[in-house]
């Protein structure tokens, strides 16, 4: 018998239809700017609606950068962009206390995390202790200085680009640092058509430069907290237990997802229901995500890499061996 997943209608049609056409038009805004890869360009969109973070991996030049710039400036709120380099330190992120003479006492001078849209540009060129300043930032909203909490306001969002890790120079992101990323995604080499067309419009004019912003971040806010209404029911929820343990018991992955991994899952995919056209989810859009949500959490074990196995062809392995509720 095929399960009912969607409980109860929670919203109006025109609601549904206002969220959809203004991530529409945030959408083509991006892909006036990054041709041919629409399908990245809604991932960092359901990321953004979601309140996730995304780190984009690919080679040099394929435009990790002008992605994440284009998607920023595509919103209107504040946007800071944080160049990782060997020598950077956590407070040029989070920010330092400087001593005023006039008042006898250290004032907070906030570092560019407090902003709504943060580019965390080639972030492995930095060393592991510059990465730990962004850990309570990306998953508490907040930043200690100086024994004192600072909130960063909302929305807020981490837009880290990092090149693969066999490039010199680079530092491996750690475990702990990959899992407050809700997704990963990569750009490849665009095909031959949309790269014709890019030697086009790069070298006859500047499309960044003409890009305007086409949402504000109270509309962001809105579209967030109609994801936030979006209906799973129990049997999804189980449906999501079951994937993740299965991560956790094959031989192909030395360390599974863990319960953080399932949080973003389920956020994420009532962000791409949402954008569907639905206020409920369904398991397609939980197997729609699963790679990309759960792949950059996964460790393979050392048989599996010998074989030359990725994360993403050991998670639709193991998706086809989950059974589907209602199907």
């Known amino acids: 018998m095929a399960v009912d997943t969607r409980e109860s209608v ?69 946007f800071a962009r944080v160049q990782f380099t060997p020598d950077l330190l956590p407070s040029d992120v989070t920010g330092v206390g400087v001593f005023n003479q006039k008042t006898g006492e250290f004032e907070f001078r906030a570092g560019p995390i407090f902003a709504n849209i943060v580019l965390a540009d ?16 990306m998953e508490e909203r907040q930043a200690t200085v100086d024994n004192t909490t600072h909130d960063i306001p909302a929305p807020f969002m981490v837009i880290a680009t990092q090149n693969p890790i066999e490039y010199e120079g680079t530092y491996p992101l750690p475990e702990a640092q990959l899992d407050r990323f809700m997704m990963r995604v990569s750009l490849g080499y665009p095909d031959a058509t949309a790269e014709e067309a890019i030697l086009h419009e790069q070298t006859s004019r ?3 430069g003409q890009l305007d912003a086409v949402l504000d971040a109270g509309q962001v806010l809105a579209m967030q907290r109609a994801v ?26 030395y360390l599974g997802a863990s319960p953080r991994a399932g949080i973003a899952l389920v956020r994420a995919a009532k962000a791409l229901a949402l954008l569907r056209g639905r206020d ?20 393979l074990s050392s048989d599996a890499k010998v074989h030359g196995h990725t994360e993403e062809a050991v998670i639709d392995r193991l998706l086809a061996g989950v059974p589907v509720p209602g199907a």
Request: aromatic residues 4%.
């Open 10 to 78: 929670s919203f109006r049609d025109e609601e549904m239809r206002e969220v959809a056409e203004r991530a529409q038009r945030l959408e083509a805004n991006v892909a006036s700017v990054i041709i041919g890869k629409n399908d990245v360009i809604r991932a960092c969109v359901v990321a953004l609606l979601a309140g996730g973070h995304i780190v984009i991996e690919d080679y040099p030049g394929v435009g990790k950068t002008l992605l994440a710039k284009a998607l920023a400036r595509s919103v209107a709120c504040r």
């Open 228 to 253: 936030e209404r979006v209906r799973v029911v129990p049997a999804l929820h189980r449906y999501v237990v079951a994937i993740l343990t299965a991560t956790r018991s094959t031989r192909d992955i």
């Open 122 to 137: 080639e972030i492995n060129r930095s060393s592991p202790k510059t990465q730990a300043s962004l850990l309570e930032c």
């Open 206 to 208: 500047d499309p960044y």
């Open 280 to 299: 409920y989810v369904v398991p397609q859009d939980l197997k729609d995500l699963s790679a990309r949500v759960l792949g950059h959490r996964l460790i």
